[in-house]
């Protein structure tokens, strides 16, 4: 079988890596801290130290304190991404030897994986042209 012809499931196993270590727990992302970071959600802000990093200055903060502060924020430990599959009979149309659906299929399925690999978890809502069904959240097959 060639490589063009695989199935997702074949192809996915030939990217099966080893998990050297696994964590346990909640928070199960390979992240740098347990606290403070790089992330989304401010924490905190706090005065300038030497030897912060000055991309995390705090503009609107400074001038009106007129003293520069710095932001602080949440580590990203786990991410939950959504995916929204259109698996209805407007994606049966095909072009050359592959059809629509199965490359939409094939790519949700190699991108749910790779995000579950790093302990992340994954849901989807997929719409079959009568009905919704929703896929909820988790970190494996």
């Known amino acids: 079988m060639s490589r063009s012809q695989e199935t997702p499931e074949r192809l996915l196993n030939r990217l099966e890596w080893t998990v050297i270590r696994r964590l346990d727990g909640l928070f199960q992302g390979e992240y740098r801290s347990l606290f403070r970071g790089d ?20 503009w609107n903060v400074t001038a009106r304190l007129q003293t520069p502060y710095v932001r602080q924020f949440h580590e990203d430990r786990e991410l939950t991404a959504l995916f929204v599959v259109d698996l ?19 790519f949700v399925v190699l991108v749910a994986r790779l995000l579950t690999r790093r302990g992340n978890r994954v849901s989807a809502m997929i719409f079959d042209g009568r009905s919704m069904r929703h896929v909820p959240a988790g970190g494996s097959r």
């Open 39 to 58: 992330g989304l959600d401010l924490a905190d802000l706090r005065e300038y130290q030497p030897n912060d990093d000055v991309r995390y200055i705090d």
């Open 88 to 106: 209805s009979p407007s994606v049966e149309a095909s072009w050359s030897a592959r059809k629509k659906r199965t490359v939409i299929i094939e």
